[in-house]
């Protein structure tokens, strides 16, 4: 019951706000079609590089990635935005926009202890054009210039003396990325571009080949996210996306043609491959016949400290890998063939304790599952421009009257 009351006055106290809305001033829009507005503001991304907490931390139990809790701050960066809009209707109006912004990411922002021991990083800068629908719920009001009033000394302007608008918004667009990065296991920083390093193995060896075999624990069959084998530019990820922009605004108008507004916009992309990570380390020895900065660029068999090594027993027989074969396995170290009584009579002989990276070859990156985002929050100036009379059209101008004379 209390549920149904808390909704009555809800809905009673915005019904009222939103007719009064529509009322005012609902056919001046014919007057204004045209706006233009400018913007700048900042940026974040959810990617599969930096972000999150350990998961002991996480308020999302064994999925630290929680969706804005994963955002870095540390790692904010800029975007400019022009956008043009045509009111279609007065709620209605169809808007396009550029934008030009950078956004980056770095497994040393957190605290995630997988993450930090991939120790990677990205940072690219973003060109975008969208169109999109823009639906405002309230509309704006500069209210009356001289605070004028009627007869009974009441104000004749703007019921709302805030007069701060609110809008939603959605559309689709496409945009322009190059991830750049640099090693974090090095002493001099210096900047790559990431794509043409090919750090997963894009395109190297065959889709068909044995390293992309299905991962039943992760529910992940990684032929369908490996690329056809070539040298050639088809051979790994396009430097174009595309984009769903959705989120919302409010608007302050300080004259009935001009305001300023502040937006939060999401963008959904149909990428993972904005940092450069999506899905599992590759093989040292093959992404070094392709380029000499791969292997130190992508990660592989590299660690911080001693967490990022894990051990397991391995029965190699007689034929132990040698030291030369160590990188092309992701093995840090092999200990004597294990010679106790008690496990060779439960296992068998030919046992070995072996040390592994966790960023060995196969081992996880990324997640292709999980498609990379961003999003904008920006403040800008905008101006509508008055069309001329012929385009406007008062309300029942269509209606016909006689008057009948009388002498």
């Known amino acids: 019951m209390k549920k149904i009351v808390l909704i009555i006055l809800i809905f009673g106290f915005l019904i009222p706000v939103i007719i009064e809305a529509q009322f005012y001033n609902r056919n001046t829009y014919r007057t204004q079609r045209n706006e233009i507005s400018f913007g700048i503001g900042a940026t974040s991304c959810l990617t599969d590089v930096g972000g999150g907490k350990d998961i002991e931390e996480s308020l999302f139990g064994d999925y630290a990635r929680g969706f804005l809790f994963d955002i870095n701050t540390d790692q904010t960066k800029y975007v400019l ?23 980056s990411g770095n497994d040393q922002s957190t605290t995630d202890s997988s993450r930090l021991n991939r120790n990677l990083n990205f940072e690219t800068t973003i060109i975008e054009g969208v169109a999109m629908f823009e639906w405002t719920l309230i509309t704006e009001k500069s209210g009356n210039r001289y605070n004028l009033k009627n007869k009974f000394g009441k104000s004749i302007g703007a019921k709302n003396p805030f007069g701060f608008g609110l809008y939603i918004f959605g559309g689709i667009g496409g945009f322009y990325y190059n991830p750049k990065g640099y090693s974090n296991f090095g002493d001099v920083e210096i900047v790559f571009d990431l794509r043409p390093l090919r750090t997963e193995g894009q395109g190297l060896i065959s889709p068909n080949d044995a390293f992309y075999a299905n991962d039943v624990t992760r529910k992940i069959n990684y032929q369908d996210y490996a690329f056809p084998q070539t040298t050639g530019p088809k051979g790994t990820y396009s430097k174009f996306a595309m984009c769903t922009p959705v989120g919302f605004g409010i608007k302050k108008s300080f004259h009935s043609t001009a305001g300023i507004k502040l937006e939060a916009g999401f963008r959904f992309t149909n990428t993972d491959y904005l940092d450069d990570v999506s899905t599992r380390y590759f093989s040292p020895e093959i992404l070094d016949s392709w380029s000499g900065n791969s292997t130190l660029i992508s990660g592989v068999n590299q660690t911080l400290d001693e967490n990022g090594i894990f051990t397991v027993n391995v029965k190699y027989g007689d034929n132990p890998p040698t030291t030369t074969d160590f990188d092309e396995l992701g093995i840090v170290n092999i200990s004597e063939e294990i010679t106790s009584s008690g496990f060779i009579s439960t296992y068998g002989e030919g046992w070995y304790s072996v040390d592994f990276y966790k960023t060995s070859p196969g081992q996880i990156r990324g997640n292709p599952k999980n498609l990379d985002s961003y999003m904008f929050l920006t403040l800008s100036a905008y101006k509508k421009f ?15 009257r006689k008057i009948k004379a009388s002498f």
Do not use: E, P, V
């Open 81 to 103: 935005d022009l956008s043009y809009k045509y009111y279609l209707k007065s709620k209605l109006g169809f808007k396009i926009n550029l934008a030009y912004s950078k956004i």
């Open 386 to 400: 008055r069309n001329t009379q012929k385009s406007f059209k008062i309300a029942n101008s269509g209606l016909k």
